[in-house]
């Protein structure tokens, strides 16, 4: 989609994507910007392979790269208009149990809606006591970000809402 910057030059500002690096472009594709926010990319699907690019971010909503326009969606960071409207993924949960040798499987807790059992699947491997963003209330594949670290993986959630009692034996069932 070819997108006329005039159009929302009042309302648009330049940075650039630090992590992940590179920067696909991709649906629910988290990523951080040079001033410090979180977004996620949202019903794109770009494949972009762009390292530390510099692009523009219009009305939230928009993030203009290489001529292309891709919806996103501010998760993270300082929104002017809407403080007080604060989505679940602005809460990093964190990792509260990860054992070596668990086949890739971990614990998280932190946003006051239970506790997630995640295993790990590409990119950054989260370590006991870090903090994780990102779209993880479904199941399913998910692009998450580690601010701590600064930057991003791929997790499975395979369970969510889960109970302190119910995370603990499916933990137990999955490290055997």
């Known amino acids: 989609m070819s997108l006329s910057y005039s159009s929302y030059a009042q309302s648009c500002y330049r940075t650039s994507i630090v992590a992940p690096s590179p920067f696909m472009g991709n649906n629910d594709?988290?990523?951080?910007?040079?001033?410090?926010?979180?977004?996620?990319?949202?019903?794109?699907?770009?494949?972009?392979?762009?390292?530390?690019?510099?692009?523009?971010?219009?009305?939230?909503?928009?993030?203009?790269?290489?001529?292309?326009?891709?919806?996103?969606?501010?998760?993270?960071?300082?929104?002017?208009?809407?403080?007080n409207q604060r989505s679940s993924n602005d809460y990093p949960v964190k990792v509260v149990f990860k054992r070596s040798g668990c086949r890739d499987y971990f614990l998280a807790d932190g946003d006051g809606g239970g506790i997630y059992l995640l295993e790990w699947y590409g990119g950054h491997d989260p370590r006991e006591g870090e903090s994780i963003v990102g779209e993880i209330?479904?199941?399913?594949?998910?692009d998450v970000f580690y601010p701590d670290s600064g930057s991003s993986g791929r997790v499975y959630v395979d369970d969510y809402l889960l109970s302190r009692s119910s995370a603990v034996e499916k933990i137990r069932e999955k490290c055997r």
Do not use: H, M
């Open 137 to 142: 209330r479904s199941y399913g594949f998910k």
């Open 29 to 83: 594709e988290i990523f951080k910007t040079s001033d410090g926010r979180l977004w996620q990319v949202k019903y794109e699907y770009e494949y972009l392979y762009e390292y530390y690019p510099i692009i523009d971010i219009c009305n939230e909503q928009k993030l203009i790269i290489k001529g292309k326009a891709l919806n996103i969606i501010l998760i993270s960071g300082n929104r002017a208009s809407s403080r």
